[in-house]
């Protein structure tokens, strides 16, 4: 299990850029596929973006492709998200999350991840 824990969030005009944080501890992040995801209240919890261990593969939702983009620092155990031309409908909860698992990064559902952060509240204003 490796702890996460996100920062970044806040409250944001529509149009803007906001980069949120996922600082890991505990077994080696490197060797984890890292993810965030984002919920909004009831409805499901939506994938967001995925990012093999190295790197060197990444896969976004539609919704976000673009605009989103994701990154990690193996050196200093963090992930990102870079959020440019925010919208209000990317108004939710953003969490990072990891797993051990090996497989296509387009394949990953929710139940794939063991380790979960404890959320950031991210908000657009029209």
């Known amino acids: 299990q490796v702890h996460l824990v996100e920062s970044g969030g806040g409250l944001v005009q529509a149009g803007s850029s906001l980069r949120l944080s996922c600082a890991a501890s505990?077994?080696?992040?490197?060797?984890?596929?890292m993810a965030w995801f984002r919920q909004v209240p009831g409805k499901e919890q939506e994938l967001v973006a995925v990012?093999?261990?190295?790197?060197?593969?990444?896969f976004y939702a539609d919704s976000v492709k673009g605009r989103f983009s994701i990154s990690r620092d193996n050196a200093n155990n963090t992930l990102y998200l870079e959020m440019n031309s925010l919208k209000p409908e990317d108004t939710a909860v953003y969490y990072c999350?990891?797993?051990?698992?090996?497989?296509?990064?387009?394949?990953?559902?929710?139940?794939?991840?063991?380790?979960w952060g404890q959320g950031t509240q991210v908000t657009v204003s029209s």
């Open positions: 999350a990891a797993t051990s698992l090996v497989a296509a990064l387009s394949n990953f559902e929710r139940a794939d991840f063991g380790s």
């Open positions: 990012i093999s261990w190295s790197g060197s593969n990444t």
């Open positions: 505990g077994r080696s992040f490197s060797s984890y596929a």
